[in-house]
């Protein structure tokens, strides 16, 4: 058969396989809400900020569910692939602003 590479049980043996199922929508958002409310209240911030946490969060998964959704990996570019850790990028990056206090 062509393009078929056959594996050896000899060579299989020194790896293992380990497989985590895709967490839901509404557990990432719960986590990553939960995170964003409590930086935005620790650092300070307006309280009418606190309320835009879900907004931000919303957009971020749909953001990244787009993205998982419709950019693919393909054999020549197989180093797109979007996970977990894409996703809490943007909110570590959203928590990196700080609180400025503007005189006047």
């Known amino acids: 058969m062509w393009g078929c590479v056959q594996v050896t049980g000899r060579y299989l043996r020194h790896f293992n396989l380990l497989s985590i199922t895709d967490v839901a929508d509404n557990v ?5 809400e939960t995170i964003l409310t409590w930086y935005l209240k620790d650092a300070g911030f307006p309280k009418e900020l606190h309320a835009l946490s879900p907004k931000i969060i919303d957009a971020t998964l749909g953001v ?19 996970n ?21």
């Open 84 to 104: 977990l850790r894409d996703f809490a990028r943007v909110v570590q990056g959203i928590m990196l602003v700080r609180v400025c206090v503007c005189e006047g």
């Open 28 to 32: 990432l958002s719960n986590i990553f």
């Open 64 to 82: 990244y569910t787009a993205a998982t959704q419709q950019l693919l990996p393909t054999p020549t570019k197989s180093h797109y692939v979007f």
